[in-house]
């Protein structure tokens, strides 16, 4: 490594990390990673994680962890990184340009697996951390990407999630699945990327919880009208990222489990490469974790370990009425309100 972290520092933010927040968040995103990779191994039972540790010359490194040609699972990734600088990068100052001229520190792990059977949904998680100077924050977020609709699984995981959010402040979820239905929008198709989960960013505990670029959005709309919440400190974000985080196994692992063996043919097949496409089109055009960690010369395997092994475009494609596939489109590509919904 050629530099340190960036110091604490004390900031204008009345709440300040403790002196030991980049070593504490750290060791919980490193569990995490641990953690998930150890339980999909068992789940997967054809196949392991082959782990490539690197460093980044500017500073930091990172655990790249990656599972291929399973039982359950084509490709998959768990990452976990943690990076350090002197130059902010630009995607950064825009959203806080009280970071200028300070040191930065960021670390967090990221996972998306794709999964062989076109009836297991992929999945996606972030969470990370962030310190530069007086500024400091927590974002992340999880989210469902099915290509056959089951109503029960996705209500399954959107409950699992709002448990967790709703032992920290029962304004979370809903703000955080508004958040995360605005964030994971293709607009070029004018569709979700799938069935959401919770997205959020540039949580400090002031003001209000969105922070988002839409202002007269759902999200927004919903946080004004909630309001500044009372002010929460460091120690409860860093309990809230690492609840989050908890929840990822047992919002996903029992889908998994039921869905893996149900048998498939090449027309499924066919539908989950072209819908892996829209996948490829969200992550290289509107993915802030991929313009981070490319603006900051960050590994290229590792940011891009989220793109799916195989995959296919059609032109014009339009789904036949009456089909699973064309309800995906009609119901599972548009924002639900998957908490009310009705799981016969």
Known sequence: MTSSPAPNAAASNP?????????RVSRAMQALQDDICQRLETLDGGSHFHEDSWQRPEGGGGRSRVIKQGHVFEQGGVNFSEVWGENLPPSILV?????????FYATGTSMVLHPRNPYVPTVHLNYRYFEAGPVWWFGGGIDLTPYYPFDAD???????????????HPEYYPTFKLWCDEYFYLKHRQETR????IFFD???GRGELYHGPQEEGPAANHSRAVGAL????????????????AAFLPAYVP??????????????RQFQLYRRGRYVEFNLVYDRGTIFGLQTNGRTESILMSLPPMVRWEYGYQPQPNTPEARLYEVFLKPQDWINWPSS
């Open 15 to 23: 709440v300040t990390p403790p002196t030991d927040s980049q070593e």
């Open 95 to 103: 959203q806080r340009p009280e970071a200028t001229g300070h040191g």
């Open 154 to 168: 996705v209500v399954h995981f959107h409950r699992t999630l709002k448990e967790t959010c709703d032992r920290f």
């Open 194 to 197: 799938g069935v959401g989960g």
């Open 202 to 204: 540039y949580q400090d």
């Open 230 to 245: 009372p002010q929460r400190d460091w120690e409860h974000f860093f309990s809230f990222i690492q609840a989050c985080g």
């Open 255 to 268: 889908i998994v489990e039921k869905r893996q063996g149900q048998a498939y043919g090449d027309p499924q």
